[in-house]
Structure formats: C-alpha cells, structure tokens
C-alpha cells in the first residue's frame, strides 16, 4: 500500500475519533484507540516522504517562505505533522478549556484546513496550482471564521452572537423591509436579542395575515461574503501571485455585489411568499432563490476576472497561465526548460545542415 494512501486513511481515522467524541463522549477507550491507530499509521507514512526526490513545483506557494528557516525535508515532515497537531489541539481546548462538545461550522473548517496540510505532499505534482488553491482557501476561511470570531468573544468577553445579529440587522434585515416597501410590501425589520430563536425577523402581510419571517445567519449573507472573500484572495494569489490595487478594487466590487445579490434574493423570495403564500416562499427559497444567487456570482466571477486578466497580462487559463514556472512536464522538467531545450535543438540541426 502506498504511503500517502496510509497518511489519508490515518487521518480519516482521527477525524473519526474526535468526531465521535464531538457528537456524545461515548466510549472513550475505544476512541483512544483510534486516536493511537490512526496517528501511527500517519507517522508512519510520514517516513517515505523525506526520502523522496525533490520534483519540480512541488513545493507550492503557501509554504514557500517556510523554506528559508527549513530546508525542504523537514518541510516535508513539519506541514502534515502541524496538521495533526492542530486537529488534536483543537479538539482538546474546545472539549476541555471552553467544555463544548457540539459539531460546530467553526469544527468543520478546523478539520479540512488541518486535513489539507497533512495530505499537502501527497498525490502528484502536476496538481500543485490546485492543492495550493485548496490550503489558501481554507486558511483564509479559518482566519474569517474562527480567528475573527474567536478573538473578538475573548476580547470583548460577550459571543460573537450579538455581534453577529446586529451587523445582520443593520446591513440585511433593514435594506430587504426597505426593498419590499419599494416593491409595494407592507414589511416591518425586528430585532430580537432574547436567545429564544432566530434573533432577525421580518414582517408582512399574506391576504389578511401577518406572516413572521426568522433569517438565519446562512441566509443572511454574512457567510457568502466571508466564503466569497477567502475564495477570490485565494483565487488571484494563485493566479497573479501578487494583491495590487485592481485585485482590490475587485475585491471589493465582489463583496458589495455579493451584498447586494443576496438582498435582491431575499427581497424577492418574501415577495413571493407576499403573493402566493408562505409555500411559494418556501419552494422559491429552497430552489431558486440560491440559484440566482449563484448566477449573479458567477457571471461577476467570469467578467472580474477577465479584467484582472487584461490589467496583470495573464493567460485566460486559471491553473496553467505565465505564472505557473513550476509545472512539470512529463520528463520531469518544467515547461519553460523543455522549450529552450527545443530551441536549442533546433538551432543546432540549422547550422548542421
């Protein structure tokens, strides 16, 4: 069995274990156990990747900088052994320091950044753009997510909670009672901070009902822009390798556009649900309200990039443009040497002739 298959199945095994106790602190010697098993088939697997030969790209941009305080075998041992470290690490403040031991958004961002550092140096490197998309990703998701939150309960001393349900009555709750008056919507923006329930309402009117409508914090649009976020910087450090003043500009253009969609989508599905009934906003909510959404998204994702594209000179391509040096081709020698190799060639069957 090869060593990276046995880094993966160990991994999914400590995953399990801790999931396990997440979701009912049921059997603990058994859960200790698989703790054991799993970390030692992932040490294990460790062994075979310092004595890899070194191919190029293989070493993507996430860790880069790493290389001048640790020279590569090392690196190769320290990524995926700071993915289990963290896992466990984890695991054990949240069940032991703030004892909670609900499954969590928060749990399951932990889990696949750790998982992606620890599975980093496996597969081929013909996929390096890609797993350095992915660990970027999840990074930027966790510093949104977890960092940020976590920092600011600690800090402040109340949960993130309040905090979170103002910002979403200020920015969502009152722009979508403001676009249903506009739309000719009797609708009325609550706040409700007693912890009994969704703390954003919205009001209206349904024949001669009135009809109250909870948003939760998935619908709210404060997860989209923080997913759209950690996915553009993601995106454009892979892509154009730097963060200049366009990536910023359609940074931001992003994230309003992000707000603004998911005000639209919200206003029109309670529109909906204004005319035709609180099942037609059910049915329109769960089909094709995201939808839209998502086109909106998208169609903004393709012309943004398209002019990034012409401001930073790339190729069309995502994973395979003038700043991907390190591709390996497939005599193990990148792109670029492969083609003044050709030239050199070349040049030499010329002045034969």
């Given at each position: 069995?090869?060593?990276?298959?046995?880094?993966?199945?160990?991994?999914?095994?400590v995953v399990g274990a801790l999931y396990n106790h997440y979701l009912g602190h049921s059997v603990l010697l058994f859960e200790?156990?698989?703790?054991?098993?799993?970390?030692?088939?992932?040490?294990?697997?460790?062994?075979?990747?310092?004595?890899?030969?070194?191919?190029?790209?293989?070493?993507?941009?996430?860790?880069?900088?790493?290389?001048?305080?640790?020279?590569?075998?090392?690196?190769?041992?320290?990524?995926?052994?700071?993915?289990?470290?963290?896992?466990?690490?984890?695991?054990?403040?949240?069940?032991?320091?703030?004892?909670?031991?609900?499954?969590?958004?928060?749990?399951?961002?932990?889990?696949?950044?750790?998982?992606?550092?620890?599975?980093?140096?496996?597969?081929?490197?013909?996929?390096?753009?890609?797993?350095?998309?992915?660990?970027?990703?999840?990074?930027?998701?966790?510093?949104?997510?977890?960092?940020?939150?976590?920092?600011?309960?600690?800090?402040?001393?109340?949960?993130?909670?309040?905090?979170?349900?103002?910002?979403?009555?200020?920015?969502?709750?009152?722009?979508?009672?403001?676009?249903?008056?506009?739309?000719?919507?009797?609708?009325?923006?609550?706040?409700?901070?007693?912890?009994?329930?969704?703390?954003?309402?919205?009001?209206?009117?349904?024949?001669?009902?009135?009809?109250?409508?909870?948003?939760?914090?998935?619908?709210?649009?404060?997860?989209?822009?923080?997913?759209?976020?950690?996915?553009?910087?993601?995106?454009?450090?892979?892509?154009?390798?730097?963060?200049?003043?366009?990536?910023?500009?359609?940074?931001?253009?992003?994230l309003a556009l992000t707000w603004v969609a998911n005000i639209f989508r919200m206003a029109v599905t309670i529109f909906v649900?204004?005319?035709?009934?609180?099942?037609?906003?059910?049915?329109?909510?769960?089909?094709?309200?995201?939808?839209?959404?998502?086109?909106?998204?998208?169609?903004?994702?393709?012309?943004?990039?398209?002019?990034?594209?012409?401001?930073?000179?790339?190729?069309?391509?995502?994973?395979?443009?003038?700043?991907?040096?390190?591709?390996?081709?497939?005599?193990?020698?990148?792109?670029?040497?492969?083609?003044?190799?050709?030239?050199?060639?070349?040049?030499?069957?010329?002045?034969?002739?």
């Amino acid at each position: 069995m090869q060593r990276q298959w046995l880094l993966l199945i160990g991994a999914l095994v400590v995953v399990g274990a801790l999931y396990n106790h997440y979701l009912g602190h049921s059997v603990l010697l058994f859960e200790i156990i698989l703790l054991v098993v799993g970390s030692g088939m992932a040490i294990y697997s460790l062994r075979d990747l310092r004595d890899r030969g070194k191919t190029v790209g293989e070493t993507g941009l996430p860790f880069k900088w790493l290389l001048r305080v640790l020279d590569e075998e090392r690196l190769r041992i320290m990524v995926p052994l700071f993915g289990f470290v963290l896992l466990i690490s984890w695991s054990v403040w949240k069940l032991y320091v703030i004892e909670s031991s609900n499954l969590t958004m928060q749990d399951i961002i932990v889990t696949l950044m750790s998982l992606s550092f620890v599975l980093y140096y496996s597969g081929s490197a013909k996929y390096q753009l890609q797993k350095d998309f992915v660990v970027l990703y999840l990074i930027f998701l966790t510093f949104v997510f977890v960092v940020i939150w976590n920092a600011y309960e600690i800090l402040s001393g109340e949960s993130y909670f309040r905090a979170n349900a103002y910002s979403e009555y200020y920015f969502v709750t009152i722009p979508v009672a403001s676009l249903l008056t506009l739309l000719g919507v009797e609708a009325d923006a609550q706040l409700d901070l007693s912890g009994h329930g969704l703390s954003n309402l919205i009001q209206f009117e349904y024949g001669d009902r009135n009809i109250l409508l909870g948003i939760g914090s998935g619908c709210s649009g404060l997860y989209s822009a923080g997913l759209f976020f950690s996915a553009f910087l993601a995106f454009v450090l892979i892509r154009y390798r730097k963060v200049d003043r366009y990536i910023l500009t359609g940074l931001a253009l992003g994230l309003a556009l992000t707000w603004v969609a998911n005000i639209f989508r919200m206003a029109v599905t309670i529109f909906v649900g204004s005319v035709y009934g609180p099942p037609a906003l059910v049915a329109f909510h769960m089909y094709f309200g995201i939808l839209l959404f998502i086109v909106v998204i998208s169609v903004f994702w393709l012309l943004i990039v398209r002019w990034l594209d012409k401001h930073e000179g790339v190729t069309k391509n995502p994973f395979l443009d003038e700043h991907s040096r390190e591709t390996v081709s497939e005599n193990g020698q990148s792109s670029e040497t492969q083609t003044s190799q050709d030239a050199e060639r070349s040049s030499e069957t010329i002045s034969t002739r």
